[in-house]
């Protein structure tokens, strides 16, 4: 099926939407935010919840987040989190607000796809993944790795130069928009100029030329709709690429300001055939070229039977050929 925002197809797992690939980074951002944006006085301890089952006790509101459990604390019950005494060492416990989600973010850890109990370490150049220590040594022994950090250091410019390539994509894209929009504004003043020379020229003869006026505005109401639905397909393209871009600048942005190096070696190879993608996919080659619309009023005294109200000339720029075409109306 068709991705719902840059179209790309994708096969569905058989074992439906929930076995596709996770995003971990984008998971951790919401999770982080919704911690982060509850104010304290909708939540409640989740540690004072549990002891007070029966609804006899008191619930105190919650202060603080313990990173290790992912739980909302009173300042009471976070203090045994923060004892060393704790299976593991102290928890990471931060107080709760909207300062929280950068932290919970480069806090927290991330999971080897393979082994869920241990902490990804390395990068592995050959396949392009972050792996665990155990990963290492087994299935990616003789292979080329190196440190998260390290690499993630090594990939920021590249990402980094992607983006900035991207903008300048999007400030292509909108130019390109802006110039298709005044010309249809430009071709409509036009038209409609055209209309009122076709109703005035009209009026002077209206019992004698009814029937060639209603012809002649046909016409030109059939060229301006083509022409109106010749725009729309120039601009489908534009602000679909345009759509893609500007996620793709958002997503980049919030990867490089707020991503572990984890997050940032998991996205930047798929980040960089995206970008690509894009950038080779020059949808500003494309343009809005609308006919050229002109009318000459008839000359009352060389006027004919034929020949009642004027000529309605339409001289397109944008056919196949390059050469101009004209529809004469008489």
């Known amino acids: 099926m068709p991705c719902p925002l840059c179209r790309k197809e994708f096969k569905i797992p058989p074992e439906g939407l929930g076995g596709l690939q996770h995003h971990f980074f984008i998971q ?6 919704n911690v982060s944006t509850k104010s304290t006085d909708e939540q409640l301890c989740q540690a004072c919840l549990e002891e007070n089952e029966d609804g006899e006790g008191n619930v105190s509101a919650a202060t603080m987040y313990c990173v290790d459990c992912s739980e909302s604390l009173c300042e009471k019950c976070s203090r045994p989190h923060r004892r060393t005494t704790m299976k593991g060492g102290a928890h990471q416990v931060k107080p709760l607000g909207a300062e929280l989600e950068q932290e919970l973010i480069q806090l927290r850890g991330s999971s080897c796809d393979k082994h869920k109990d241990e902490q990804v370490k390395l990068y592995c150049y050959d396949c392009n993944e972050n792996i665990c220590l155990m ?7 003789n292979h080329n790795s190196g440190e998260l950090p390290e690499v993630a250091e090594s990939l920021r410019p590249a ?21 298709t929009d005044q010309e249809v504004q430009k071709f409509t003043i036009q038209v409609e100029s055209v209309e009122k020379m076709v109703l005035e020229a009209g009026e002077a003869i209206k019992r004698l030329v009814d029937s060639q006026v209603g012809e002649c505005l046909f016409k030109l109401q059939s060229v301006k709709s083509e022409s109106a639905k010749q725009a729309e397909i120039v601009q489908a393209p534009l602000q679909l690429t345009l759509v893609a871009m500007e996620s793709f600048h958002r997503y980049s942005r919030e990867l490089l300001d707020k991503g572990r190096p984890s997050d940032i070696t998991r996205a930047a190879s798929e ?40 000529k309605l000339a339409v ?3 944008g056919n196949e050929s390059g050469m101009p075409y004209v529809i004469g109306l008489m």
């Open 159 to 179: 990402i980094d130069e992607d983006d900035t390539n991207i903008l300048s994509g999007i400030s292509r894209v909108q130019k390109q928009s802006k110039q």
């Open 271 to 310: 980040l960089h055939k995206r970008a690509t993608e894009l950038l080779n996919n020059d949808v500003t080659s494309v343009q809005y070229c609308p006919p050229h619309v002109t009318f000459t009023p008839a000359d009352v005294t060389q006027l004919t039977p034929l020949q009642l109200i004027g």
């Open 315 to 317: 001289i397109s720029s």
């Open 135 to 141: 990963c290492s040594a087994v299935k990616h022994r």
């Open 28 to 33: 951790h951002l919401v999770d982080a935010r």
